[in-house]
């Protein structure tokens, strides 16, 4: 059985990842974050999955790149 993807609004993406919508929205605006999807001209959504993944590759063991 196929399980069907969560889709999240930008606004709920942004509280999964634990930031304000605004600064996800300008990390799109700049080509960096997570991979987002458009429905239409207005519509914009995260795939959880998508966030996990991302916020997964965001991991660090120090501070130092």
């Known amino acids: 059985m196929e399980t069907l993807p969560q889709i999240l609004r930008t606004a709920d993406a942004a509280r999964y990842v634990g930031i304000s ?12 974050g997570p991979p987002y999807a458009k429905i239409g001209k ?9 966030l996990a993944h991302w916020l997964a590759s965001m991991r ?3 501070t130092v790149r």
């Open 21 to 32: 919508p605004s600064t996800l929205s300008k990390m799109r605006m700049r080509g960096e």
């Open 42 to 50: 207005r519509i914009v959504v995260y795939d959880k999955g998508d």
């Open 60 to 62: 660090r063991l120090s």
